[in-house]
């Protein structure tokens, strides 16, 4: 496993949680897993006919092509954004029905055993299911793109209060300082922050995008 930053700083614990209040960041001490199974798969299937996702949609379509020309889209849902997405593109899951999907569709690409020559990498809303981030965004190449949404706090201390509090799937949680912070120590530069979920009705969810120097 690649080093976590997350950890390699003092931390304070609340309850479940390790808290490092001066870099804004939270992750999950002793994490258990979720499984991602076929119940999982098909809620995101439904959140396909409900208008919401069709904003999420076009914004995060509309910001992926303004940036990259192919893309690698990590954590794919139910594939409705690769399904819109007018650019060349791969997908990655865990899950093994949404692996399925992407092999029918001849999309499937692994970047832990494959060479990643993308230019952009998207993570909509699925970094805070990573244990270690890291793990993932250490396989991203200089000047590539890292294009994600996740839920934000304004005060690292009160996770615990907020419905994107998730034991066992969001493993990790972020200030907007402390996302940018976690990039910066990976060499990776903040280009843009948007705030267009919230107004599409979501709550505390910011999208961001980096570039690795």
């Not at 931390?11 to 804004?24: P, R, T, Y």
């Not at 201390?157 to 419905?163: M, P, R, Y």
């Not at 949680?173 to 280009?191: M, P």
């Amino acid at each position: 496993m690649v080093l976590n930053p997350l950890k390699s700083h003092p931390s304070i614990k609340m309850d479940d949680l390790s808290v490092n209040l001066n870099k804004g960041w939270a992750y999950q001490a002793l994490p258990g897993y979720i499984e991602y199974d076929k119940e999982y798969w098909e809620k995101y299937i439904v959140y396909e006919t409900n208008d919401i996702c069709k904003k999420l949609n076009d914004f995060r379509c509309s910001i992926t092509e303004k940036y990259c020309t192919n893309v690698l889209d990590v954590g794919i849902g139910s594939g409705i954004f690769l399904k819109n997405l007018n650019i060349n593109k791969k997908g990655f899951d865990v899950n093994k029905h949404a692996v399925e999907w992407l092999k029918n569709n001849n999309l499937y690409h692994n970047p832990y055993e494959e060479e990643n020559d993308f230019d952009g990498f998207c993570f909509w809303d699925v970094l805070e299911h990573f244990e270690n981030p890291n793990d993932i965004l250490c396989k991203i190449p200089k000047n590539s793109y890292v294009i994600t949404s996740l839920p934000i706090f304004n005060d690292i201390t009160k996770v615990h209060l907020s419905k994107h509090y998730r034991p066992n799937e969001h493993l990790c949680y972020f200030t907007s300082d402390g996302l940018i912070n976690f990039f910066s120590e990976l060499l990776f530069d903040c280009v843009e922050i948007r705030s267009d979920e919230i107004k599409i009705g979501r709550q505390d969810v910011l999208a961001f995008v980096f570039k690795k120097a």
